[in-house]
């Protein structure tokens, strides 16, 4: 390893908890795999909204996501704690990942109203199907199963569902590829995009 990065991965050492340093050595051995500030702190913000909209993350990728924080100089109290967690130690990180997210102004919590709730999920994960943070094919998927369903399936939802539908039979002798489905399941959200009220929605 380089001297800078010995000399980087040792300042980073300070302030670390016992369990972390090792982990943090270990990852500043392979520099390139590593996020930004910016890309840090939008995955503890993209699993904050995974878990408010009642998605299930595991504890090993919470700690994962605090190390990944920490090696990209993100700064709170608790972030080395979580960091450090070992193996027996993991269930521990979901309340520590909830006091990361506090003190980083990051905790997002979903509207009180259940159909409110699906349908700001739904706005969510067609945003991630637009920008390209989400396989088409899995987004869909998700807004018919998670979504879709607990609303009866809505009009504006129906050429999503769709979409979810044809990617999941998808067949070669259909005479279409899967980068087509693809195609249209995109432009199935931006219109669910273009609709989006303000505020609140709960019909």
């Excluded at 067949?171 to 303000?198: N, T």
Aim: charged share 25%; proline share 6%; with cysteine.
């Amino acid at each position: 390893m380089p001297i800078t990065s010995l000399s980087r991965a040792s300042r980073e050492l300070d302030g670390v908890t016992f369990g972390a340093c090792e982990k943090v050595l270990a990852a500043a051995t392979n520099e390139e795999t590593r996020m930004n500030h910016d890309e840090a702190l939008e995955q503890l913000s993209h699993i904050a909204r995974e878990r408010a909209f009642g998605r299930r993350v595991g504890s090993d990728h919470l700690i994962q996501v605090g190390l990944d924080a920490l090696m990209a100089g993100v700064e709170s109290p608790s972030i080395a704690m979580l960091a450090g967690l070992v193996r027996s130690e993991e269930p521990e990180a979901p309340a520590l990942f909830d006091r990361v997210l506090e003190e980083l102004g990051l905790h997002f919590q979903p509207p009180a109203d259940p159909r409110a709730a699906k349908w700001a999920m739904a706005y969510w994960i067609a945003g991630q199907i637009v920008d390209g943070s989400l396989d088409p094919a899995t987004g869909t998927h998700l807004i018919w199963a998670d979504v879709a369903y607990d609303l009866n399936y809505p009009e504006d939802l129906r050429p999503l569902v769709s979409c979810a539908l044809n990617l999941d039979g998808w067949d070669e002798s259909w005479g279409v590829s899967v980068e087509a489905l693809k195609e249209e399941a995109i432009e199935a959200a931006e219109q669910l995009l273009s609709k989006q009220p303000p505020g609140e929605r709960k019909d």
